[in-house]
């Protein structure tokens, strides 16, 4: 590999040593943006998916598309149709995932407050959280050479085992909260423990059993949800009781305005996030973990046992997507979970991961971005497809995962070391 | 075939691997080129065969320059080439392996089965070297697989020169003597060869001229005669203590005892067979064999990682069934794995982490499971400095350093740390001649401090120089335990299933040996 790359890069390299030997910053950095390095190729991946985007966009407005058949007669039609309606989407997604400059006039008039404003930015922020847990979950799975298709099941374990304790204990706030965010971390952790435990002990591999295992996780929620012990009393839907007020998680700036959902499930995130970035980079669990993802064999050699770092970072993975579904139950959904609760947050997940190329500080841009995409797909419907913010993420992933059709289609070189893909072993 | 090489020079960026590099290959010459690890051997030879193109310089046949585009115009220009790792189609036949890439056909892509199976016949007639072209190439022994390789590279259409990169790595004894002699027929009938190696008894025994490569530059134009000693020290660029110097083992009590030990495959394969072997405290026991033979498993089952079928083990005096490989590590065993990319470097990890993959949960490198990146440094720069491991700092991952020095981190670790036992599997494999003297003296010091060491290795040099006690492995049993005076042929004879008291038989240079392990047992 690395004789190939050279062997590509030196003729390419040869004029411009001759010419300058001591590298300048300029030269550095523009070097640095035709590379194919992991951040180039994250940041080319977006601009392509937009790009995209805007071709699917006028595709799918029927209005546009008409103009582009009689393009050759009124050029301009078609062109100046596309360019409004890419932009106007676009915009609509940015003002309803960050800032509505609508609201901004209201604003410098008078007619708005500070929490109007924050109104897109807190969506956002609301769709992010259980982002941030999942993204986690998967990515320290990742560490371990482990592809923990499962968080999605982990966390409506997660949220079912904050659920009970929310509402079947009475307890004074500062107990009852935290109780129940870690009753959702035990229930995530202890399923999610299970594909771990079954690789180890039979060698079954954890994607096969843990999709198997999201399956009997989302019928047993549906099934859960009917029973008489959680279903609430006070509705004929399929809703379950709601938390109690002591297991509430606050919101964080209700007090400038009501509609504000963002809650302390965001501060969790972040600091689940900081605990991973500490756990993988200064704990010798988290030295195991990178031992054993990258290299089991010389692992097993050094003593280091294989099938109890599977399970337990099977537990840990699990136990961070059952926090997913804590900040679900006890957050947005306080008043009741039902089916849609869950929504695709563990799947979402596993590219929230890919795209923070498994490291935590990558993972929280990643979920926010995410989340701005789900704000603002959302708050813009009917006028742009909702499916939009699926399509780009979709896109988004694929790049990443083929750094090599990105470095085609933008001719971009080599860095040195060769292209990163992530993968998890094992396939 | 006259290969001339004038001024070629491989340049990769900044790094130049060759460097005006002259060679003159006469037609039916052996030609030796001696290295070390990185010296520019493949490179060159990777530019002979046109899988990269020269920088500068001219690679000229008989007389005439030419230039590759790849390696199709290499062989239709009449080279050969033997890859150290085989690239045979192991379920294919010798034959379809032969034709592999120039298929015959009967016209319209109709593969003809006759013909392939004819130019296989032919070429092992017109060279004397016997195959049946309908073996299956993954069930033949290693030696025999290189043979399908030689006639393969000499089926090209008209191939006069040979390149044999690193030929006897995987060989047994036997093997490596009838492919000494296939090259001396190869020779006679007009064939050129260079031979890439860094054994240098090979080297004296076949070539008829020596060219020594260091650096990217040529150093030495040596004859065969030269002594070992010289040869060593042109490719080192320094003096090299070729013998090891120890005074005699001063044995203590037994530290590895192992009794009866069976370990059956998964496949149902007895590895090993009721094997007996003791080491004591301040010796070294080379164990002889032929790679397969159940070596891998005997040093994997002394660290715990094989579960024994039945049998004992006992190091330090204290049967270690049911203790975890930890549990051993932590108690004083230590370990050198054959495969060091596999089995005993992180690649990706720094060197400062390679060398506490076994106690970073000690003290002082990690207290409570938070680790203490401190004392991991100050261990890194400790042994850096007192392993010679040179690399531009502890952070840099270890896949960065050469081979050499990767097993130098391996040795730093393991002779960092208490032991009482030492199991060192093939310690200088792909380790150039500076280094290996290194590792030499560090386990011969091992062994005055009073250690054990059972010193399994597939080179009966290393064995030779450093054992106090031969043992030979053969189908997973000891077959003979001999001193270190005993002669090669014999220690030759018992690593291919004969016993020690057969008079020498001449077949065993032409016949293929006995050898019915498996033959990928050599592959790396």
Redesign the interface.
Known sequence: MSDSTATTEAPAEQPSTDQESKPNFARLFGRYLTEANSVMVTIYSLLLAFLIGGVLLIVSDEYVRSTWSYFFSRPQDALLGSWYLIRDSYLSLFEGAILNLNTLDRFAAGDAGVGDLLRPLSETLTYATPLIFTGLAVGIAFKAGLFNIGAQGQMIFGILGALIVGFALDLPIWIHLPLAVLAGAAAGGLFGAVPGLLKATTGAHEVISSIMLNNIAALFLVWAIGTDFLHSELSTQLVTKGVDESATLPTLLSSLNETLRVNAGLLIGIAAAVFTWWLLSKSTFGFRIRSVGFNENASQTAGMHIGRTYTTTMAVSGAIAGLAGAALSLGVFSTGVTTSTPLQYGFDGITVALLGRANPGGIVAAALLFGALKAGALSAQPDVPVDISTLLQAIIVLFIAAPALVKAILHLRTPRGGLVTLEAKGW | MRLELKGLTK????FTADDDIDLVVEPGQIHAILGENGAGKSTLMNMLYGI??P?SGEILIDGEPVSFAGPRDAIAAGIGMVHQHFKLVGPFSVADNVQLGREHTRGLGVLSAKAARKAVVDVSEQYGLALDPDAVCEDLPVGVQQRVEIVKALSGPKTELLILDEPTAVLTPAEITELLQIMRNLAEAGTSILFISHKLKEVQAVADTVTVIRRGKVVAELEPTASEAEMASAMVGRAVSLQVDKTPAETGEARLEVKDLTVVSAAGVKVLDGLDLTVHSGEIVGLAGVEGNGQTELARSI?G?VKPDSGYIAVDGQDVHGR???????DGLG?I?EDRG????????SVA?NLV??Q??DEPF?KR???N?GAVRKRASDSIAEFDIRTQSPDEPVSSLSGGNQQKVIIAREFSRPRRFLVAAQPTRGVDVGATEFIHSRLVAERDTGTGVLLISSELDEIYALADRIAVIYNGRIVGEVDPGTPRGVIGRLMVGASAEDTPSPTTDSDEPADDEEANGGDR
């Open positions: 340049k990769f960026g900044s990269l193109t920088t660290l990682l975890s490989p930890a549990r051993r590590i932590a370990y794995p596999r089995d005993g470097l992180v690649s990706e990890f982490e993959l076994n970073y949960k990690s499971g938070v680790v990146s």
